[in-house]
């Protein structure tokens, strides 16, 4: 393959040739401008979605210099330098991943930590020394405050998807981190949204950082046809049935608010006949991963899972994401409806709006600037829920009709007879 244009950041030969092998031709937007700035040895602050590339993006300079840095210094004890945190599990685990098939030909080694699975293996990874350490924020504690981790020579910082991260309450434990890591050092922030949270943990962690952002807050891919469905929330299993039956559902992705929902919605749709599984919070690393993998593989037609699959999963060929519950958040709605329609293919985001939820749905419609069209044609509509819909909609309101002014005369000069009602009318 043609890598052409990765050799204009001067990356060195043994990472594009695991560029190539991995089929990368053209950089991203976000790697365009981070790449040359990160090689500089600079900070950043970066506003990029997950699937705009972002992971290569610090990844492949962190590589770079780590390579450089280690042939310039004499042997010695190999060390963690570089440290990335994440708020999931699923998403150390893809960063793992592509800092694995990205080095592969450098002489450095990756671990990754999380919670969900048992210690002994990661501790066990941990005493060979890494290079780069992947990590989520409670499980890296948990093993720092048992004297596995030492930070003494940590080079390089990436906090990843920081909005995400203070959502999930991460907030302290990631303070805590930050505070144990030498203070010279090479830091880089990433974030999809950027709410006066994130903005205050970036001045306070980053040195004259290089700003960068590459696409705007909002983005749902025009390839991906939204509806809305109006319907009672006692009707809502009834209608996941019906939409599942669709033979032109091949993958189907199903968002519910809290992880009891998600675990009781896949265990009534397998007694029914339809393959599905469930992940979230309550599941361990190891369940998780196995419900993942039987949906890439298309073993399982029906993933129902909680917010924390939103983001920082890459699923190829899911046909269809279906809000069986909004979110509370409007962000929630963009990456999880950005699940499907990956790879330039189509895909379809069906949201279920009962009538609690249309403050939601309002939300959601003035986060995008777009209305949702309702789809009406399903045995479950509620008129009366879609009559509702404006009240919450953000629209203007008509204007009432301007009173009369005062001194007006009616034309007929007198003021209408007042209408006698008998007693029986009343």
Known sequence: MNTHRFKGFAL??????????QGYQTPTDIQKAAIPVLLEGKDLFASAQTGTGKTAAFSLPMLQLLTERRAARSEGKRAIRALILTPTRELALQIDESLRAYGRHL????AVILGGVGAAGQIAALRKNPDILVATPG????????GHIHLKQVEMLVLDEADRMLDMGFIHDVRKIIAKVPTERQTMLFSATLPPAVLQLASTMLKDPASISVTPTVTVAENITQKVLFVEQADKNNLLKNVLSDKAIKKALVFTRTKHKAQRLSQQLSKIGISADSIHSNKTQSARQRALDAFDRG????LVATDIVARGIDVDGITHVINYELPNEPESYVHRIGRTARAGADGIALSFC??????????IQRFTKSELPAMEDHPFHSSGIAMLRSLYSGTPKPKPAAPAARGHRRPSGRRPARRRVANWQR
């Open 12 to 21: 060195g030969e043994p990472i594009l040739k695991a560029l190539s092998e």
């Open 107 to 110: 002489p450095l080694r990756t």
């Open 139 to 146: 499980r890296f504690l948990d093993l720092y405050q048992q």
């Open 299 to 302: 073993h399982i037609k029906v």
């Open 354 to 363: 009962d009538s609690n939820e249309l403050p939601l749905l309002g939300g």
